[in-house]
């Protein structure tokens, strides 16, 4: 029985609501985490692979890559209904907390407790970034391109934004071309080899 025949879907477009509520409101500082453990270990509405591959697609539209993502599910689920349902999950619920803190953390911005809460807060969210990412690397051995390659494209990545300082979008348009010319390459491969030709 393949991975696929026993994924869930979501019951209904309250279901989507609902989860992307919860899924925005555990979050601090990115639900990446969150979102992972969630979608693929909890609810099983997608695999790593699929999670990995949604999540590159979030990341290079425009906004924020979770309201990205609660749309393209909720749209495979449900149409553009599914899509609003998912995005409204994302965004109603949060905004009044943020809303809420703004007015709180207003009056104590200054204190250092609450600059020091802040950057503990940002560690802690790195460090779940981190861990979803080395966790996320074992859906990298079923990718066309091969996992030697996104390695290396992921450190070129890296070298790029966070050791030379080059602009984001300018590295990401170098890596994304090269990533998107290998995988079309390797994808025509396989194709090719699944018609018999040479």
Avoid at 145 to 170: Q, S, Y
Wanted: proline share 5%; net charge positive; charged share 10%.
């Amino acid at each position: 029985m393949s991975e696929l025949v026993l994924l869930n879907s979501p019951r209904s477009k309250t279901d989507l609501f609902v989860s992307f509520t919860l899924l925005a409101l555990q979050g601090f500082g990115g639900v990446l985490a969150v979102v992972q453990r969630e979608l693929v270990e909890k609810k099983r509405w997608m695999t790593r692979e699929q999670f990995v591959e949604d999540w590159a697609v979030a990341q290079v539209m425009p906004g924020p890559n979770v309201v990205n993502l609660s749309l393209m599910i909720g749209g495979r689920y449900f149409g553009l209904p599914g899509a609003l349902a998912g995005v409204a999950g994302m965004l109603a619920a949060p905004l009044v907390v943020v809303l809420l803190l703004a007015v709180a953390f207003g009056g104590v911005s200054q204190e250092p407790w609450a600059q020091g809460a802040l950057r503990g807060m940002g560690a802690v969210s790195a460090g779940l970034i981190a861990a979803v990412g080395l966790k996320l690397i074992t859906a990298l051995r079923h990718n066309p391109m091969g996992k030697p390659v996104c390695i290396a494209l992921a450190l070129a990545t890296f070298a790029g934004v966070g050791v030379l300082r080059w602009p984001l979008f300018a590295v990401l348009l170098g890596t994304g071309l090269m990533a998107c010319a290998w995988a079309y390459l390797q994808l025509a491969r396989q194709a090719s080899q699944t018609r018999g030709w040479p």
